[in-house]
């Protein structure tokens, strides 16, 4: 069965302390990417990768950071840079790059909670 | 730069009601549109798209017509279910501008009272 996986669901944090969430996928898609979502908000979005090894920064980055050692792994870590880190947070992916209908797949998200 | 409008919700409808969610955009080039489904507590789905103009995107019940001249793209169903009640977003892809990004508008809240 392919798909994009995340984890954990839920993730509690402490002021300060840096936190990696996982987003693994098995569609064999070359771009990934990693959304933040608040309530009542669309989706903004924090580093995308078009290929292993390489990504770039979308809107949001400061506080973020991620890497792409493999195609099918993307994994973002918060650190304590980030000022309001509780959010919800979706990983997606895109099997082409540079075509018109760049459908994205997404997981089912992990919801991270500062304490 | 890029952008999506959609009209702010919530939208409350009884079943069977007839449904409209108003989407706008603003683009450079020539955008594929989409819109996407999130149920409570899950990520997004696609739910239909369109990649040029006069496209017409449709999927279960749900239509939208890629309008160049007026530059939107609303949703439509005939009659809605308690089980569509979601968020609904509009996107865009333009290639000419923002090299596979896709940009989400703000979404829609639907609740579909029984």
């Known amino acids: 069965d392919g798909g994009i996986t995340q984890s954990p669901k839920y993730l509690f944090r402490k002021e300060g302390q840096n936190v990696t969430l996982s987003c693994e996928q098995n569609l064999n898609h070359d771009a990934m990417y990693w959304y933040r979502q608040d309530p009542g908000q669309g989706l903004r979005l924090i580093y995308y990768?078009?290929?292993?090894?390489?990504?770039q920064k979308g809107d949001i980055a400061e506080g973020y950071s991620v890497s792409r050692e493999k195609k099918e792994s993307f994994p973002l870590t918060v650190t304590s840079a980030q000022k309001n880190p509780t959010a919800f947070y979706l990983c997606a992916s895109s099997p082409l790059t540079g075509v018109p209908d760049n459908e994205q797949f997404f997981g089912p998200g992990t919801r991270l909670t500062v304490l | 730069g890029d952008s999506v409008t959609q009209m702010e919700g919530p939208v409350t409808l009884s079943e069977e009601a007839f449904l409209t969610i108003n989407c706008t955009y603003t683009?450079?080039?020539?955008?594929?549109l989409f819109w996407y489904v999130q149920y409570p507590g899950e990520g997004l789905q696609l739910l239909l798209k369109a990649t040029k103009a006069d496209d017409k995107g449709s999927n279960k019940g749900f239509e939208a017509t890629y309008r160049k001249e007026t530059t939107s793209f609303h949703l439509e169903k005939g009659s809605v279910q308690v089980s569509d009640s979601a968020v609904y977003f509009c996107?865009?892809?333009?290639?000419?501008?923002?090299?596979?990004?896709?940009?989400f508008g703000p979404g829609t809240s639907l609740s579909v009272i029984p």
């Open positions: 683009a450079t080039g020539y955008p594929s």
């Open positions: 990768s078009q290929i292993v090894n390489d990504f």
């Open positions: 996107a865009l892809s333009d290639m000419k501008t923002s090299y596979d990004k896709v940009i």
